[in-house]
C-alpha cells in the first residue's frame, strides 16, 4: 500500500465521523501531498510515515511531540 492509501484507509474509519473529527465524505478530498489544519490528520501522516521509512517508536513519538509542541 501506498502512503496515500494508508491515510485514506485510516480518515475511512467510522470513528472520524462519530466523533465530529471529520465530516461524512470529507476524506475524500484529503490527499498525501494536500495541507491540513487538521492536526489528528497530520499527526496520522507523521506516524505513516515512520512506519513506512521503519523508524523506531520513540523516533515517531519525538518527532509527533515535536510537532503538537509547535
Do not use: V
Not at 478530498?29 to 494536500?34: D, E, G, P, T
Amino acid at each position: 500500500m501506498t502512503k496515500e492509501e494508508i491515510l485514506k484507509a485510516y480518515l475511512e474509519d467510522d470513528l472520524f465521523t462519530q466523533n465530529n473529527y471529520l465530516k461524512d465524505g470529507e476524506a475524500d478530498n484529503y490527499k498525501w501531498a494536500s495541507y491540513t489544519d487538521n492536526n489528528l490528520i497530520q499527526i496520522i501522516k507523521i506516524a505513516i510515515e515512520g512506519e513506512i521509512s521503519n523508524e523506531s517508536g520513540n523516533i515517531i513519538e519525538r518527532k509527533i511531540n515535536t510537532f503538537l509542541n509547535k
